[in-house]
């Protein structure tokens, strides 16, 4: 998957977001990362259920992916992701086109 990644729109937008970024400014990131993520999820749908086979299980492994992302990303960058969640759901209230 890694060797055929399409390009990344927003990912140097994303990696560059300041921790005090507007709320504004982080659902336009969201909703641009969104199309970008639901391809890769059509393309290689195991992503929806990465940690199924983990070691130690599923719970395991979101727990210390969570605690990685918390050292990885800013707040701002936090939130796109939840948005981007949210958006990609279909969440009542967000665009999940």
Not at 9 to 26: C, I, K, S
Not at 48 to 54: K, L, M, N, S
């Amino acid at each position: 998957m890694l060797q055929n990644l399409p390009e990344d729109p927003v990912g140097a937008e994303f990696d560059a977001l300041p921790a005090d970024a507007d709320a504004g400014t982080r659902q336009d990131m969201a909703e641009r990362y969104a199309p970008y993520v639901r391809a890769l999820r059509a393309r290689h749908p195991g992503l929806r259920d990465a940690t199924a086979g983990a070691p130690g299980g599923a719970r395991f492994a979101e727990q210390t992916a969570g605690k990685a992302m918390v050292e990885l990303y800013n707040r701002a960058q936090l939130d796109v992701l939840h948005r981007m969640h949210l958006l990609l759901a279909g969440a009542p209230g967000t665009d999940s086109t």
